[in-house]
């Protein structure tokens, strides 16, 4: 889930050797072909041998770069943050070694040429090693390593350069949040801030029990995203999203440990490195969101957290996507690791008023297998603690994740997302199986509206398929929507919605879309289907985000609460 900034590079074949020659005044993202994210500076570190991993582009500098001429068709790759270069960390020819920033020497271990491979893509070869840098194990997960590994022109090693800036903006972080910016040690605990902030009143969040007329305390529709601290302070944004995606840890260890170690740095507790407490990814960004301002003024935000971890488990187990997720449940050992990963979490959300959106596409795949109190799941071995009496089972996993929540989070909202992929056939099946997961218990529904722009989708190399909205589609949708809230009496929240908008030329970062639109033109149609909350960004690469579609999300989101908002019903 990741957005390129720019238009692809136009490069030249410089030899019979197929290398490319990138452009010296130009800041690039680099663009993973395997996993579609990108070549990050973990966390803006400044320090020599930070790890480089690979991460969903958020516009920051951490993930942009430059090429500096070391001549002979080798390039040092400069990071816009911290001003340091890609290092083959210690001289290594090791396969699998990692590739971390340094200062510039312009040393051969910094120096890499570019190979072509197919589509616009090319491989970085070390010039020391002959090593071809990639990402590991192939990973498409937020915040795996860079390593370098011998050149297989695999798809984990190619990149493609998409242009992202001129040079002549010197380094330093443009204002977007980067991915996992260091906090200081001062950094304070999540917060809100003692001063009221403007429209509407930041009322106590909603404690469980959350109904259709109050919201995370509001009793208005909530507007947020995922998005740049830039964007999040140009408007009166209400919330912001985040994932939390990554195999659990495997030890009690680093859930103690004081510090990260820099070998923990794809576990998602350490990913804002080893300076660092575990977990602090969760603190930082709920006192980020509390602190955050309008105009100048205070206006504190709240977080939603997508807890999308039993993907990576499914990896763990060797199967990945659907199956192996399915198959991970039913193992005591995985299924162990990942409700302590999970208990960890609530307990970094502490008593923040966040709201958790539970394991996107999860239970549609566990729903594909028939009755979900049937579906194996070792839950009562797995955590005897917390979820002893819950049944062992798709469903008496799904109450053990929403009874934590409330345990451990207690002022924290919950929600279920809601996976049914054959809601236009049968909506009743969906009713029926979101009863079984135990919805009602559950302080909300999550809902995808689509993942991509409907000028991605149209194009022919995307499978020319129509995702613009009509009226009548839009209707269909908000009925489902309003049967689902009302099946369960609670309240739907809408994410990653498409911020494409009609003025965009269907290039990449700029593609068409006219749901903002449509949304904040029907915001009655919209509390009538007891949505309330639409949180918009991209869930791919190449898409539009609030960085780049104009400023029309942020327009809208401005003239919405000019107008008063939109009541909860």
């Known amino acids: 889930m990741v957005v390129l900034a720019g238009s692809a590079v136009v490069v030249t074949q410089a030899s019979a050797d197929q290398k490319k020659t990138p452009d010296l005044k130009k800041w690039y993202v680099l663009v993973n072909r395997n996993s579609g994210k990108v070549l990050d500076d973990r966390g803006s570190a400044k320090n020599d041998g930070a790890a480089m991993v690979q991460w969903t582009r958020h516009g920051g500098a951490n993930q942009q770069w430059r090429f500096v001429d070391s001549g002979g068709g080798y390039y040092r790759l400069q990071n816009r943050s911290s001003g340091k270069v890609l290092d083959d960390l210690g001289w290594s020819k090791t396969a699998g070694s990692a590739i971390v920033q340094w200062k510039d020497l312009n040393a051969t271990n910094q120096q890499f040429k570019l190979a072509k491979s197919s589509d616009g893509y090319v491989r970085l070869v070390n010039r020391f090693s002959g090593m071809t840098v990639g990402v590991k194990s192939a990973s498409k997960a937020n915040g795996r390593d860079i390593v370098q590994n011998r050149d297989r022109s695999a798809a984990n090693q190619q990149w493609k350069l998409v242009a992202a800036g001129s040079v ?69 944004f209400d919330m912001r999203y985040a994932y939390v995606h990554s195999q659990p840890a495997p030890s009690s260890e680093y859930y103690t440990a004081s510090r990260c170690k820099d070998a923990w740095s794809s576990w998602w507790g350490c990913w804002n490195g080893s300076t660092t407490a575990p977990g602090t990814y969760v603190t930082w960004r709920d006192s980020v969101v509390a602190e955050a301002k309008y105009k100048g003024s205070p206006r504190p935000q709240k977080m939603l957290w997508t807890w999308y971890s039993l993907r990576d488990l499914g990896d763990a187990a060797g199967e990945g996507d659907g199956p192996g997720e399915v198959k991970a449940i039913n193992r005591t050992d995985l299924l162990t690791r990942y409700l302590n990963d999970y208990r960890f979490f609530l307990q970094k959300i502490g008593k923040s008023h966040d709201a958790i959106d539970l394991e996107p596409d999860f239970w549609g795949f566990a729903r594909s297998l028939g009755n979900l109190h049937q579906v194996p799941a070792q839950v ?44 236009e056939t049968d909506v009743q099946k969906c009713v029926k199986d979101y009863a079984d997961l135990g919805a009602k218990n559950a302080d909300f529904l999550v809902s995808d509206v689509t993942d991509r722009d409907a000028g991605w989708y149209a194009l022919p190399e995307h499978g020319s398929r129509n995702t613009f909205w009509t009226d009548q589609k839009a209707a269909a949708s908000l009925k489902f929507w309003k049967t689902m809230a009302e099946s369960v009496g609670k309240p739907v929240v809408l994410w990653q919605i498409p911020v494409g908008n009609m003025a965009q030329n269907n290039t990449p970062d700029h593609y068409k879309d006219d749901k903002v639109d449509w949304f904040f033109g029907h915001m009655d149609q919209v509390a009538d289907a007891h949505i309330a909350g639409l949180f918009f960004g991209a869930g791919w690469s190449e898409q539009t985000t609030p960085e780049t579609d104009g400023g029309n999300l942020i327009r809208k989101t401005i003239a919405y609460d000019n107008a008063g908002r939109t009541a909860l019903k």
């Open 380 to 423: 009562k071995a797995s955590n005897p603690t917390d979820c002893g009496s819950q049944e062992n089972s798709a469903s008496g996993l799904a109450q053990c994740l929403i009874s934590m929540a409330h345990k451990y989070a207690p002022n924290a909202s919950v929600g279920l997302h809601l996976s049914c992929f054959d809601w």
């Open 168 to 236: 002549a903006g010197g380094t330093g972080n443009p204002g977007n949040s980067g991915s996992t910016p260091t906090p200081s040690a001062s950094t304070p605990a999540s917060q809100a801030p003692s001063s009221t902030p403007s429209s509407p009143p930041a009322s106590p969040a909603a404690t469980n029990g959350t109904s259709t007329k109050s919201f995370m305390g509001s009793d208005k529709v909530l507007i947020g995203g995922l998005m740049s601290d830039a964007s999040a302070n140009a408007a009166p």
